[in-house]
Nanobody
Framework: QVQLVESGGDFVQPGGSLRLSCVAS????????VGWFRQAPGKSREGVSD????????NYADSVKGRFTISRDKAKNTVYLQMNSLKPDDTAVYSC??????????????????WGKGTLVTVSS
């Protein structure tokens, strides 16, 4: 059974940090790109970052470059999103998803094949 389980969402003050985790199971993660997406209230879902699990090659949205870092642990079948210098605009439900597509640029939500349920990140003073 294919599963993606996110964790790590929390309430944090502006300037703070969080690390999100996405644990994959039920399939061979090496064959996929794993992406992090977010959806803020009243807004469309947008891509944040993705990583080719086999190679570690990563892409980032311009809005998070220099603040967020995506990584993966092959032994744990887990993808992480380290988020630093958080801003109120980063408030959203963050979800991970997988795609068989390999790209030099960030994948869109329409490229993804399977989704986790998401974890809430709230940035506020």
């Amino acid at each position: 059974q294919v599963q993606l389980v996110e964790s790590g969402g929390d309430f944090v003050q502006p300037g703070g940090s969080l690390r999100l985790s996405c644990v994959a199971s039920g399939f061979i993660v090496d064959y996929y790109t794993v992406g992090w997406f977010r959806q803020a209230p009243g807004k469309s879902r947008e891509g944040v970052s993705d990583i080719r699990f086999s190679s570690g090659r990563a892409n980032y949205a311009d809005s998070v470059k220099g603040r967020f870092t995506i990584s993966r642990d092959k032994a744990k079948n887990t993808v992480y999103l380290q988020m630093n210098s958080l801003k109120p605009d980063d408030t959203a439900v963050y979800s991970c998803a997988i795609s068989g597509i390999v790209n030099d640029h960030l994948l869109s939500p329409y490229d993804m094949d399977f989704w986790g349920k998401g974890t809430l990140v709230t940035v506020s003073s």
